[in-house]
């Protein structure tokens, strides 16, 4: 049994490499856990939150340079630690100060700080209170900076964790309650099958957005209150491709026998049905993946999702989509165009898994 299951999972692997646009779905998918876990080593804005905000240069045009100035922070600001940045950012010992030119004179620098389009303001800083030897620098936005001037990039770079975490916290309790519960109505039928087949209907018959609404509103807003909301309106798909499954192999003869056997059905079940449902069970979770982050973030655009100042890429949506119909769409255009790739690919993988867990396919 164990040779087989082997020799089945190298095959399924194989069809699998032999799928580009799956392989493109899962190198995207390796590159935004990637981003997603070293977030904050990776984005030039690594505060937590990446929620720098430098009100001078909001609504900047991607490609956008400013000169800046590093003025230390009045307040003593502790180190951070790898693991604590890792997780939650740094926040900086220094203010970043835009300017047009400075001076450097024997104790202080002359700048011209930058206030908008052709107003500037003269500024003495002493040196004493400058970061570092290199405190004039040039940054670049590559994808511009959004109302409050934070940096789009970082925030879009931050925002992954939500999407990725989002959509595998949702799966797993998804894939939790729905192997549960369509497993023991596909197995066991009768009545218990009628209970649960009752609820499943109740649960579908109710539109999605407006299931998670409810309970969004009686959990209250935040950021693991939507993984609940959405997770627990995701099971019902889950359970009825299981429960189909199950129907169709508790019949089988070697089911039969492992009954003759006197094993019990709860072993019955793990041991010899579920491992056999596995790759549609893949499949659907790779769909649910992406679903989950589309209700995300659409949660997020209208309010009721990932509160501020924590990255969103709906919330980013919400944020910056007037400037569409103005003189900069790219900042509302910039998180929607990531949420496409992301579901994309999680779309393409959930085709090529489909095609190669499909056991009348060619080896």
């Known amino acids: 049994m164990q040779h087989q299951s082997f020799s089945f999972s190298q095959n399924a692997w ?9 392989m493109l779905g899962l190198i995207i998918i390796c590159l935004a856990l990637l981003c997603g876990i070293f977030g904050y080593f990776l984005a ?17 045009k991607p490609g956008y340079r400013q000169l800046f100035i590093k003025v230390l922070k009045q307040k003593n600001i502790a180190s951070t630690g790898f693991f604590k940045k890792l997780l939650s950012g740094a926040e900086e010992k220094f203010s970043y100060v835009p300017i047009n030119s400075f001076i450097v004179n024997k104790d202080s620098v002359i700048v011209q700080k930058f206030i908008d389009e052709g107003v500037e303001e003269r500024l003495a800083i002493p040196v004493a209170s400058l970061y570092s030897a290199n405190y004039i620098v040039s940054k670049k936005f590559w994808l511009g900076t959004d109302r409050f001037g934070r940096d789009i990039l970082s925030r879009l770079i931050i925002g992954i964790r ?4 989002v959509g595998l916290i949702t799966v797993l309790i998804s894939l939790s309650i729905g192997i549960i519960l369509g497993s023991v ?14 609820l499943i209907n109740v649960i579908w018959s109710i539109p999605t957005l407006l299931l998670v609404f409810g309970i969004t509103l009686a959990l209250g807003k935040g950021f ?9 309106t995701m099971w019902v798909t889950v359970a009825r491709l299981v429960r189909g499954q199950v129907l169709a192999l508790r019949d089988m003869e070697y089911i039969q026998a492992a009954k003759v056997l006197g094993l019990k059905n709860m072993r019955i ?23 989950a982050i589309i209700v995300e973030a659409g949660l997020s655009f209208l309010g009721v999702g990932v509160q501020p100042p924590q990255p969103s890429w709906g919330l980013m949506i919400k944020e910056n989509y007037n400037f569409i119909i103005t003189h900069n769409p790219a900042l509302a255009l910039a998180p929607g165009i990531a949420i496409m790739i ?17 056991v009348k396919g060619k080896l």
């Open 342 to 358: 992301l579901v994309l690919a999680f779309n393409l993988l959930g085709n090529g898994l489909r095609d190669a867990f499909d």
């Open 224 to 232: 693991w209150q939507i993984f609940i909301a959405v997770g627990l």
């Open 269 to 291: 079940i793990y041991r010899h049905i579920l491992p056999n449902i596995i790759g549609p069970v893949i499949v659907i979770a790779a769909s649910n993946f992406a679903t």
């Open 185 to 198: 109505a596909g197995y066991f039928g009768g009545k218990t099958d009628n209970i649960i087949m009752w």
């Open 44 to 60: 030039s804005d690594s505060t937590p939150n990446a929620d720098r905000q430098i009100v001078e240069i909001q609504a900047a």
């Open 14 to 22: 194989r069809r699998l490499k032999k799928n580009k646009g799956a």
């Open 162 to 165: 939500v999407s990725l975490a």
